[in-house]
């Protein structure tokens, strides 16, 4: 995979939880992706009972300017 150039807006990293593993997670995905659905849960690998949370942070790189 080829680095992403500078200015390159940073991939949306969104808030889940898993109910079963009473877990909360963030992943970083595509807002297309998230439209789609959610991400899999880190601990059961599953996405059957992960609902999202609102709340979403952009994963910020180490900006220099
Ligand atoms: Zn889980």
């Given at each position: 995979m080829?680095?992403?150039p500078e200015g390159r807006p940073a991939m949306p990293?969104?808030?889940f939880y898993c109910r079963p593993c009473k877990k909360p997670f963030t992943a970083?995905?595509?807002?297309?992706?998230h439209d789609k659905g959610v991400?899999?849960?880190p601990k059961c690998g599953k996405k059957r009972e992960v609902?999202?949370?609102i709340a979403v942070?952009?994963?910020v790189t180490s900006k220099k300017s």
């Open positions: 080829a680095t992403p990293e969104y808030a970083a995905m595509t807002m297309a992706a991400a899999p849960c609902e999202k949370r942070a952009y994963v």
